[in-house]
C-alpha cells in the first residue's frame, strides 16, 4: 500500500515537471505539423485502439504502444510523441479501471512516459537522427532510427524498476518473467513500427491500413481468445467446485466451501446467502464481511425489496459497477465501503429457494461473463445444499427417539466412545453417566393406557432437556429408560446432578389428557424413577463397561434398596 506523503510527492513533482517540461519542448522541438491534422488524428486513432485492446501472452495483458509512438515520433517529431503517449497513458489506465486511492497511478506514469520519450528522443538527435528522413534513401540514417526502440525500451524497464523500488518498495529483479515476455514482443513489434514510417512516407495513409489494421486484428484476434480461454478457466473450476460442494454432507460445510471458492475466483470483499422463508421473506442466513463471519441479526426482506428481492421477483440476477447504480434501490445490509455488486437467484427445479448477493469494495469489479460462472456455480450450490439438508433430516431421525425428540442409544453410544477416544488422547480426563428408569411404569400404562405413558416420557423428556441445559446430553435409552451424558463431570458432581433429577420428578406430579377415564378432565400422577450413577476413568476403561456399571447401580443400587433414589458404582 502506498502512503497518502509518496503519493502527495508523486502529484507534486508532476506538477513542477511535466507542464513545464512540455513547454521547453514545444521551445526546442518545435512541431512541423501544418496541414497535417488528418493525419495526426489517424495515428492517435490507431494509437487508442493499441491502447484500449492489449496483446495477451501467458495470460499477462501487454499494452505495446511502443511501435506506434516510435512511427508518430519519427514522422511528427518530438512532441506530438509526447502529447499522443500521454493520452493514450489516460486510456490505458481507464481500461484498468483505477480506484480513487490508485489515482496516483496517472500522474506516475505520466512522469514515467514523460522522461522516457524525452531521453529517448534527445539520444537519438544526439546519435545524429532526424525525423521525418526518409531512412532508405539515406541508410546513414537507419542505424539511429533502429538504436532508437532499443533505447526506449531499456529506459522503460529501468525506469519500472526504480519506481517498484522508491514508490512501491518492492525489491525486484530486472529481468523477471513478465520482462522476458514483453522483450520478445517488442523486438517483433518495434520493427513493425519502423516499417508503419517507411510505408507512410512512400503512400501515407494507407500505411496504416497495411500495418495498423492487421495489427489491430490480431491484438483483437489474442483479446478474445484470452477471454474464451478465462471463460473455460472458470467453467472448469465451477465444474471442479461443483463437485466437492457434492461432497459436503452438512449445510454450514456447503456454505463455506461456497464462499470460499467465490473469494478465490472473485474479487469478493462481502458475501451474503439469503433463504426463502414462507414464500413471504428473504432471511439471511450466511454473512461474511472483510472476511469474517457476522450475527445474522439482519432484518429480512421482503419480495420485489431491495437488490436481493427484486433478483427474486424477477428471477434475472442482476449486476452493478458502483454504488451510484444501486444506491437508489438496495434496501439491505451493504456496509459503507461496497461499490460492485453481483446478486444472483438461487434455483432449484425451477423454483427460486434464495439469493446470493457478493460485493467488492472496487468499481467496476466484476464482468458479465463472471455474472454467468456465479449463475451456475449457484445452480450447483441448490443441489449441494438440498442433498446436505436431505443428510442432515436422515441423520437426526436415525439419532432421535421419534416420541421424545431426545437423542437415541445408537447416538449415545457412538458419542460415548467418542468421550473415551478423546481420554485415550489424553484431550480430556472425565466422563460420568446417569441412568434413570422410571419406577412401575408398566403399572402406569396398565392404569391411564399407553397414550398417557407416552405423554409422561415426552414430559419427563422436557424436564430432563431444561434441568441439564448445555451442560450434558440428554438421550432415551429404550422403553422408561434415560441416560445424561456428563463431559468433564466427576462423580461427585454427576451425584448431584442426579438427585436433582430424582427430585424434580418425584415432587412435581405429570398432567395426563389422554388417559383412559371417560371425563373430559385431566388427571395428574405421581411417579418417581431410580437413578444409578458411574464415571470414568474410576468406574470403567471402555465406554460398554460405563453404561454397565451405571445399569448395575441402577437396579441393585436403587431399585432393590427400594426405588426413588440414587446409587453409584460400586466396585
Given at each position: 500500500?502506498?502512503?497518502?506523503?509518496?503519493?502527495?510527492?508523486?502529484?507534486?513533482?508532476?506538477?513542477?515537471?511535466?507542464?513545464?517540461?512540455?513547454?521547453?519542448?514545444?521551445?526546442?522541438?518545435?512541431?512541423?505539423?501544418?496541414?497535417?491534422?488528418?493525419?495526426l488524428f489517424a495515428f492517435f486513432i490507431l494509437m487508442f485502439f493499441v491502447s484500449v485492446m492489449p496483446m495477451v501472452v501467458n495470460n499477462t495483458p501487454i499494452f505495446l504502444l511502443q511501435w506506434v509512438s516510435m512511427a508518430v515520433f519519427l514522422t511528427f517529431g518530438l512532441l506530438v510523441e509526447m502529447v499522443m503517449v500521454q493520452l493514450a497513458v489516460i486510456i490505458l489506465l481507464m481500461k484498468l479501471k483505477l480506484q480513487k486511492h490508485e489515482f496516483f497511478r496517472l500522474p506516475l506514469n505520466s512522469l514515467m512516459f514523460f522522461a522516457v520519450s524525452l531521453a529517448s528522443g534527445l539520444a537519438y538527435f544526439a546519435m545524429g537522427g532526424k525525423t521525418g528522413i526518409d531512412v532508405i534513401a539515406n541508410p546513414q540514417y537507419f542505424w539511429v532510427a533502429a538504436a532508437y526502440p532499443l533505447i526506449h525500451f531499456t529506459l522503460?524497464?529501468?525506469?519500472?524498476?526504480?519506481?517498484?523500488?522508491?514508490?512501491?518498495?518492492?525489491?525486484?529483479?530486472?529481468?523477471?518473467?513478465?520482462?522476458?515476455?514483453?522483450?520478445v514482443t517488442s523486438l517483433i513489434t518495434f520493427p513493425i513500427g519502423l516499417v508503419l514510417y517507411i510505408l507512410y512516407l512512400e503512400v501515407g495513409l494507407l500505411a496504416l491500413l497495411f500495418v495498423g489494421v492487421p495489427f489491430v486484428s490480431l491484438s483483437i484476434i489474442l483479446h478474445l481468445y484470452y477471454s474464451s480461454e478465462k471463460i473455460n478457466d472458470y467453467l472448469q473450476k465451477a465444474a471442479e467446485i461443483g463437485?466437492?460442494?457434492?461432497?459436503?454432507?452438512?449445510?454450514?460445510?456447503?456454505?463455506?466451501?461456497?464462499?470460499?471458492?467465490l473469494n478465490e475466483m472473485l474479487p469478493v470483499?462481502?458475501?451474503?446467502?439469503?433463504?426463502?422463508?414462507?414464500?413471504?421473506?428473504?432471511?439471511?442466513?450466511?454473512?461474511?464481511?472483510?472476511?469474517?463471519?457476522?450475527?445474522?441479526?439482519?432484518?429480512?426482506?421482503?419480495?420485489?425489496?431491495?437488490?436481493?428481492?427484486?433478483v427474486w421477483f424477477t428471477r434475472k440476477s442482476a449486476l452493478f459497477h458502483s454504488k451510484k447504480e444501486w444506491k437508489s434501490v438496495a434496501?439491505?445490509?451493504?456496509?459503507?465501503?461496497?461499490?460492485?455488486?453481483?446478486?444472483?437467484?438461487?434455483?432449484?427445479?425451477?423454483?427460486?429457494?434464495?439469493?446470493?448477493?457478493?460485493?467488492?469494495?472496487?468499481?467496476?469489479?466484476?464482468?458479465?461473463?463472471?455474472?454467468?460462472?456465479?449463475?451456475?456455480?449457484?445452480?450447483?450450490?441448490a443441489i449441494a445444499i438440498e442433498n446436505a439438508k436431505h443428510h442432515e433430516e436422515t441423520k437426526a431421525k436415525s439419532e432421535r427417539c421419534a416420541l421424545t425428540k431426545l437423542y437415541n442409544y445408537r447416538y449415545i453410544e457412538n458419542k460415548l466412545s467418542e468421550e473415551f477416544s478423546r481420554m485415550q488422547k489424553g484431550e480430556k480426563d472425565l466422563l460420568s453417566l446417569i441412568i434413570l428408569d422410571i419406577d412401575h411404569f408398566k403399572q402406569v400404562n396398565d392404569t391411564y393406557g399407553h397414550q398417557s405413558g407416552n405423554e409422561i416420557l415426552c414430559e419427563l423428556a422436557n424436564r430432563l432437556t431444561n434441568i441439564m441445559g448445555n451442560e450434558g446430553i440428554v438421550a432415551r435409552y429404550g422403553g422408561e429408560e434415560f441416560v445424561i451424558l456428563l463431559p468433564d463431570a466427576n462423580k461427585?458432581?454427576?451425584?448431584?446432578?442426579?438427585?436433582?433429577?430424582?427430585?424434580?420428578?418425584?415432587?412435581?406430579?405429570?398432567?395426563?389428557?389422554?388417559?383412559?377415564?371417560k371425563s373430559s378432565r385431566s388427571r395428574t400422577v405421581h411417579i418417581t424413577a431410580s437413578i444409578g450413577v458411574a464415571s470414568a476413568p474410576m468406574d470403567a476403561d471402555d465406554s460398554l463397561a460405563l453404561i454397565r456399571h451405571a445399569d448395575r447401580a441402577l437396579y441393585i443400587g436403587a431399585k432393590r434398596a427400594g426405588r426413588n433414589r440414587v446409587a453409584e458404582y460400586v466396585k
Open positions: 500500500m502506498v502512503s497518502s506523503q509518496i503519493k502527495a510527492i508523486v502529484w507534486g513533482i508532476w506538477l513542477l515537471i511535466f507542464p513545464a517540461g512540455l513547454l521547453i519542448t514545444y521551445y526546442f522541438f518545435p512541431p512541423q505539423i501544418a496541414g497535417q491534422g488528418i493525419n522503460n524497464q529501468l525506469l519500472l524498476s526504480l519506481i517498484q523500488y522508491t514508490v512501491y518498495g518492492r525489491k525486484s529483479s530486472f529481468f523477471e518473467k513478465d520482462l522476458v515476455w514483453e522483450l463437485h466437492q460442494m457434492a461432497e459436503r454432507l452438512y449445510v454450514n460445510e456447503v456454505m463455506d466451501l461456497f464462499i470460499l471458492k470483499d462481502n458475501a451474503y446467502i439469503l433463504d426463502i422463508v414462507d414464500e413471504n421473506a428473504l432471511q439471511l442466513i450466511y454473512r461474511v464481511e472483510n472476511g469474517q463471519k457476522k450475527e445474522l441479526d439482519l432484518k429480512p426482506l421482503k419480495k420485489n425489496e431491495g437488490i436481493s428481492g427484486r434496501k439491505e445490509f451493504l456496509p459503507d465501503g461496497a461499490e460492485s455488486i453481483i446478486s444472483v437467484p438461487i434455483v432449484r427445479s425451477n423454483e427460486v429457494i434464495g439469493v446470493l448477493l457478493l460485493s467488492s469494495n472496487k468499481k467496476r469489479a466484476y464482468e458479465k461473463s463472471q455474472l454467468m460462472i456465479v449463475d451456475i456455480l449457484c445452480s450447483h450450490f461427585e458432581a454427576a451425584m448431584k446432578w442426579a438427585e436433582l433429577v430424582r427430585q424434580t420428578i418425584a415432587n412435581r406430579p405429570f398432567n395426563l389428557r389422554h388417559h383412559m377415564d
